[in-house]
């Protein structure tokens, strides 16, 4: 590891240093470690969306735990072990299995014969490095995705370099010397390190730029806008507070649909969080162009269960949820059209109830896609457009539901 590079962990880490300085510094760790964090996870998962997600998800925890990182020779092994964490989370989410490495790369000026020759031998590569044991398959596409010398591969890895060499020997007794160098052309091409994507999509979150061109979907004046979502990135009190006092409305202030809350909770700010609540910001509103991601379910998955408690709290809070409108929506679930009538004609307020998570009877008989409980319901007075937990939208679930089973979309709440 070079002495910049060991820099550039040391000021990433320290939190005494503005915000800018220090991401500035994570962005060229990000740089650096890249192809070998997404490489490590292709090894583990197989799929190059997949392992993508994965490395960018354990960036930013290293990102929001790097003060706990002792000393920068350290990163390496500290941030695979994020890494697979992460892959293993991905496993279970998905009951993944490892499947072939997908997506060939694409070539111009090809006959068809020659299109149809590099295809075969790239679905021989994957097969060939699938029967890999994944000892050998971890090295193998460290190797060959950024040409890493086994001292290199060592030291990400937490082994010996012998050991790395040992394993790299026997893989490549495996596979033939073809399949080994159309997969270092297929790894080269897909490694983060070849256009900025990856790296722009890690430091989007790390560092988000509110002056590009996603600037007009900010809510607000720019300059105070700015102040409010960095105050909340940094877990800022004072800042909030201030900022807060002046304008209560910066509250839920928002760049490309992030709010001040998004980012407490992303970098687990749990004092941000509860002060932000206290303040009117919206639990239920999901975050970003690219994800849409609520943040009660964001704190769930990693792990913020604090958080997730005050979230959990205040989405019950504001959506009044009682135990009728668990009822109401366990009878809509189940379909029962004539115990569905019964109950709203005897109590006709219990047609918006909602349950804990802010789902109401119109969203259950959407996501059952039982049109005539739909029907039903609308008939009888519910509100076509309440906003449950995760922000979304009766029509938002049938949309979705369209999507996921490629079905026909929910034709009744399209006209009101």
């Given at each position: 590891?070079?002495?910049?590079?060991?820099?550039?962990?040391?000021?990433?880490?320290?939190?005494?240093?503005?915000?800018?300085?220090?991401?500035?510094?994570?962005?060229?760790?990000?740089?650096?470690?890249?192809?070998?964090?997404?490489?490590?996870?292709?090894?583990?998962?197989?799929?190059?969306?997949?392992?993508?997600?994965?490395?960018?998800?354990?960036?930013?925890?290293?990102?929001q735990h790097i003060e706990s990182l002792r000393e920068p020779d350290s990163f390496p092994a500290w941030l695979r072990r994020i890494i697979k964490w992460q892959c293993f989370r991905f496993k279970r989410r998905n009951n993944h299995r490892f499947v072939p490495m997908e997506g060939d790369i694409e070539a111009t000026?090809?006959?068809?014969?020659?299109?149809?020759?590099?295809?075969?031998?790239?679905?021989?590569?994957?097969?060939?490095?699938?029967?890999?044991?994944?000892?050998?398959?971890?090295?193998?596409?460290?190797?060959?995705?950024?040409?890493?010398?086994?001292?290199?591969?060592?030291?990400?890895?937490?082994?010996?370099?012998?050991?790395?060499?040992?394993?790299?020997?026997?893989?490549?007794?495996?596979?033939?010397?073809?399949?080994?160098?159309?997969?270092?052309?297929?790894?080269?091409?897909?490694?983060?390190?070849?256009?900025?994507?990856?790296?722009?999509?890690?430091?989007?979150?790390?560092?988000?730029?509110?002056?590009?061109?996603?600037?007009?979907?900010?809510?607000?004046?720019?300059?105070?806008?700015?102040?409010?979502?960095?105050?909340?990135?940094?877990g800022d009190l004072a800042g909030i507070r201030s900022l807060l006092r002046e304008d209560p409305g910066l509250v839920n202030c928002n760049w490309a649909y992030y709010q001040p809350l998004h980012f407490a909770v992303r970098e687990e700010h749990t004092e941000a969080v509860r002060l932000l609540l206290d303040h009117?910001?919206?639990?239920?509103?999901?975050?970003?162009?690219?994800?849409?991601?609520?943040?009660?379910?964001?704190?769930?998955?990693?792990?913020?269960?604090?958080?997730?408690?005050?979230?959990?709290?205040?989405?019950?809070?504001?959506?009044?949820?009682?135990?009728?409108?668990?009822?109401?929506?366990?009878?809509?679930?189940?379909?029962?059209?004539?115990?569905?009538?019964?109950?709203?004609?005897?109590?006709?307020?219990?047609?918006?109830?909602?349950?804990?998570?802010?789902?109401?009877?119109?969203?259950?008989?959407?996501?059952?896609?039982?049109?005539?409980?739909?029907?039903?319901?609308?008939?009888?007075?519910?509100?076509?457009?309440?906003?449950?937990?995760?922000?979304?939208?009766?029509?938002?679930?049938?949309?979705?539901?369209?999507?996921?089973?490629?079905?026909?979309?929910?034709?009744?709440?399209?006209?009101?």
């Open positions: 590891m070079t002495n910049d590079l060991k820099q550039h962990i040391r000021v990433s880490a320290d939190r005494s240093l503005p915000h800018a300085e220090r991401s500035t510094a994570f962005g060229e760790v990000v740089a650096n470690y890249q192809d070998m964090a997404f490489g490590y996870a292709l090894g583990l998962l197989g799929e190059r969306h997949l392992a993508e997600d994965a490395a960018q998800e354990g960036f930013i925890a290293a990102w000026d090809e006959s068809p014969l020659d299109r149809a020759a590099r295809r075969d031998m790239s679905e021989k590569v994957r097969s060939a490095v699938e029967t890999l044991p994944e000892t050998l398959r971890e090295v193998t596409v460290l190797r060959y995705i950024g040409d890493y010398s086994a001292s290199e591969i060592a030291n990400f890895m937490g082994l010996k370099a012998g050991t790395v060499r040992k394993r790299l020997f026997e893989a490549r007794n495996k596979l033939k010397p073809s399949l080994l160098r159309t997969l270092s052309s297929e790894l080269n091409g897909h490694a983060p390190s070849a256009n900025d994507i990856f790296g722009d999509r890690v430091m989007h979150w790390i560092r988000p730029d509110f002056t590009s061109e996603q600037g007009h979907f900010m809510d607000g004046n720019p300059n105070k806008v700015w102040d409010m979502l960095l105050a909340a990135v940094e009117g910001a919206d639990p239920s509103s999901a975050s970003g162009l690219d994800y849409h991601v609520p943040p009660l379910e964001r704190a769930r998955d990693r792990g913020y269960d604090e958080i997730a408690g005050l979230l959990t709290d205040a989405i019950a809070s504001r959506f009044s949820a009682q135990p009728v409108g668990e009822c109401a929506c366990e009878i809509v679930q189940q379909g029962d059209l004539e115990a569905a009538r019964a109950l709203f004609e005897a109590s006709p307020e219990l047609i918006n109830a909602s349950d804990e998570r802010g789902n109401r009877p119109l969203h259950e008989a959407v996501e059952e896609h039982n049109l005539e409980m739909t029907a039903l319901l609308l008939d009888k007075g519910a509100e076509p457009d309440p906003v449950r937990w995760d922000g979304c939208k009766p029509l938002h679930v049938a949309v979705f539901r369209a999507r996921k089973s490629r079905g026909g979309l929910n034709p009744l709440l399209t006209g009101y």
